[in-house]
């Protein structure tokens, strides 16, 4: 009689190392949404690492953000051109300063 163990069902739900969870329709659903609800946004895209796939965060006029998945850097070209948003490199340009700056707000407050 074979036993289960309690993390069989975790290691069976590992992905491979090295094999990281792309881009989702709901990913871009989600940022198409976002950057249709808010004023003055920008795309920031993010390489990919050893942890994560390519992200772009969008920050609008406020500083308030969010970050999803992209495929790759093109695709957040895509996305931008399509809905007038611009779009940059955060590893040579950085985060903008209000995005900085809304964090330390809701730190303040208690909801960061």
């Not at 309690?6 to 792309?22: A, I, N, T, Y």
């Not at 500083?63 to 931008?80: H, P, Q």
């Given at each position: 009689m074979a036993s289960v163990g309690?993390?069989?069902?975790?290691?069976?739900?590992?992905?491979?190392?090295?094999?990281?969870?792309?881009a989702s329709k709901q990913d871009?659903?989600?940022?198409?949404?976002?950057?249709?609800?808010?004023?003055?946004?920008?795309?920031?895209?993010?390489?990919?690492t050893n942890v994560t796939d390519t992200t772009m965060v969008l920050v609008a006029h406020d500083?308030?953000?969010?970050?999803?998945?992209?495929?790759?850097?093109?695709?957040?070209?895509?996305?931008?051109k399509k809905r007038s948003i611009p779009v940059y490199e955060v590893a040579r340009v950085g985060y903008p300063q209000r995005m900085r700056d809304y964090m330390a707000r809701q730190k303040r407050e208690g909801r960061g």
């Open positions: 309690v993390f069989d069902s975790l290691r069976r739900k590992r992905q491979k190392p090295g094999v990281l969870r792309g871009t659903a989600h940022l198409d949404e976002w950057a249709g609800e808010r004023q003055g946004v920008e795309a920031y895209v993010e390489p990919r500083g308030e953000w969010t970050r999803r998945r992209i495929a790759d850097f093109d695709s957040a070209l895509e996305f931008g």
